[in-house]
């Protein structure tokens, strides 16, 4: 599967996004899709996740801001993120698996080439 990043930008403190990632290749209803991000200097880490039949899981710092959500009928995966804060600034990036959602990137075979989101104070 091949995935398309899409919605990043620059937006003030408090505003909102939403990020989407297209997928092509067959059976996108089939793959556990995710969210990752990596800001500068530090890991990427665990965003969201959302399993083939909707179950969706959450990084616990982000305290309720981000909504993953999926359209199979588009093979499209969204992460609309509102009350951004200067710490949510990262490269942004769309992931995929099998299975089951998991945490850790190692996990995820197919990525995106990810989308900027800066989030000015």
């Known amino acids: 599967v091949q995935l398309q990043a899409s919605g990043g930008g620059l937006v003030q403190a408090g505003g909102s996004l939403r990020l989407s990632c297209a997928a092509s290749?067959?059976?996108?209803?089939?793959?556990?899709m995710a969210w990752f991000r990596q800001a500068p200097g530090k890991e990427r880490e665990f965003v969201a996740g959302?399993?083939?039949?909707?179950?969706?899981s959450y990084a616990d710092s982000l305290e309720g801001r981000f909504t993953i959500s999926r359209d199979n009928a588009k093979n499209t995966v969204y992460l609309q993120m509102n009350s951004l804060k200067p710490e949510d600034t990262a490269v942004y990036y769309c992931?995929?698996?099998?299975?089951?959602?998991?945490?850790?990137?190692?996990?995820?075979?197919?990525w995106g080439q990810g989308t900027q989101v800066t989030v000015s104070s």
């Open positions: 959302i399993s083939s039949g909707g179950t969706t």
């Open positions: 290749g067959r059976s996108f209803s089939g793959y556990v």
């Open positions: 992931t995929a698996r099998v299975i089951f959602i998991a945490q850790t990137e190692s996990n995820y075979p197919y």
